[in-house]
């Protein structure tokens, strides 16, 4: 039994982040008041004040042991990249070094921008890119057993004033919707509030898998997914491991991971097992947008890392197991003022709570009118094998509501108002458990995105992605839909008239998209088809929505993004879509032709040596040969067509590629798949070369 640890949670968190706290501590009193309005209230940054921040920060990161800095950013990969520079300075005459790090290394740092993606907004040859400090986003420090290194988030553009990166347009969008809703604000009389922050907490699903047996599977390896492989025995059926024991081995490495993340800063809530075996999951309370993009990105880092420690590997691919439960990203997301009001709490009354129901209005108009983007935000080549069932909702977006505000909608159109009953009592029957109030709606899992009391929760994300263009789309076109109503209101006599005019008629408009029913269903399908809602089953069907020209306009008109870093970013996803695909092909090839047809070949002689020995077999060996033979020939047939058509890959690009990717080579790959899946099941297991899902998925659990 291993010792327990005590952790003082409430003097450790934070201690690796430079916050309030910290500047305050080791920043001059001016310097430290005119950085701190910056970020309370979304100025412009002085850059006269970068040499005394740059100062006390690099003071602070030695205190904690650090010898090197970074600019950590979010370049179009999906991942974050960093370079790490040391504060050492030129030796002097006497070969004496000094630590330094001056205004101008804290504000820019100069990485390579050729060498990331930029969807044809750079070409090779020009190489200069740029990351500035976003200084909202606070400095933290990071420890391995060989040193510290200081990492300071910043966005990334281009020598041409492009947007390189993911953050750089979710700043924008956040500033775009503050400014917007602070306009509405304005219209119920609110004068104090200067600010209006989109907040998001992502809940980060996950599995962990022993690295000594996934280190002999080639596709867990290359591609993060299993690309063959029956089903166990045993999957989900019992329902058995959600919320279920957490094992002692998990317990430790998510106890370790807690302390990661707290001392970041980041507040690591909610643990749990998932539905699927070996799957878990980890909520984080809200932080503003930009910060919680920032955390969920070292979620994911510090997952992996610690888990290598665990003897474990931590796999975040959306679908890594076929025929189970595949893992998101709910991003759940909010709105508050920076004095502190929270614009999508319903109040005890909410048909008398106007401001409220403006703002809710605003997010139903939005997720119609943009309902393909908000999809198309979430497409990724990975996600397509996950999205449409198994705890995922479907790739039609709709918005649940629930009962309450589905009757306040009602009562609206209607004209007409209702008597409220008050909190509703949950009737357990037994005496002696306490008095509980339900909420205000049920929960719907095939909701995409669904109303959860205070909040909205967007369940598309797969679970690989980064948050931020989740988050750059919900702000852009909620701060549209509020432009909107601010623009018609704006200047009439009776505002509070032309608010409630306005909530009815988008209301009446855009109701279409609200359902609270069975997402998986055959019937809504159905039924949104009628609605005239878009079903894009696919990242390929989704991404061209990005250069529709209702979309182009979008974004140019918000300044969120110009409309050639729109184009590049279509074009950096088609890109991303065939090349995994082609990855995942790749490896398909080499697992069949170097380690899994051989090895049904050597059973399969082994079984005719066993013929040929005894003379004659019992039926089901006859039987067993004769279903072998017939699969390895069906494997052979794929691989083949599978190879040739891999090769036909290089004369396509862009589009054109990603969509014979969706038609062809992905039926190729099942193709593949489906015999010696088969195999699997007839080899014996000592011929058969890689652990089962059944090695990989109940080993710690």
Known sequence: MSQEKHIDVESEFGIDVFDDTEMRRHLPKKVYEELSKTIREGKDLDASLADDVAHGLKEWALSKGATHYTHWFQPLNGLTAEKHDSFLSRPDSQGKVLMEFSGKELIKGEPDASSFPSGGLRATFEARGYTAWDCTSPAFVIHDDYGAVLYIPTAFCSYTDEALDEKTPLLRSMDYLSDQAIRVLRLFGDRTARRVIPYAGAEQEYFLIDSDRLARRKDLVYTGRTLFGSPAPKGQELEDHYFGPIREKISAFMAEVNEVLWRLGIAAKTQHNEVAP?????????????????????????????????????????????????????????????????????????????????FFTAIIKACDEYAGLLRESTASYSNDFRLGGNEAPPAILSVFIGDELQEIVEDILRDEKKKNNGKNVLKTGVKTLPMLYKDTTDRNRTSPFAFTGNKFEFRMVGSESNISEANTVINTIIGTALKDLADFADGKKDAEKAIREWIRDNLEKHQRVIFNGDGYSKEWAQEAKRRGLPDLKTAVDAIPVLTDKKVVDLFVESHVLTKNELLSRAEIKYTSYASQALIDCRTMSHMAHKILLPSANRYLAFLYGEKKDAGKVPQYVEETIAAIEKDIDLAYVALVKLDRDVEKFKALKGRKLAEYVRDVLLADMQALREPIDRLELLVDKSYWPIPSYGDLLFHTI
């Open 278 to 358: 070996s799957q878990h999951e980890l909520a984080i309370i809200y932080a503003p947008s930009n910060v919680a993009a920032d955390q969920n990105q070292l979620v994911m880092i510090v997952l992996k890392r610690i888990a290598k420690k665990h003897g474990l590997i931590c796999l975040l691919a959306e679908k890594p197991f076929e025929g189970i439960n595949g893992s998101g990203k709910h991003n759940n997301w909010s709105l508050g003022t920076d004095d502190g009001t929270e614009l999508l709490k319903p109040g005890d009354k909410p048909e008398e709570n106007w401001q409220f129901l403006a």
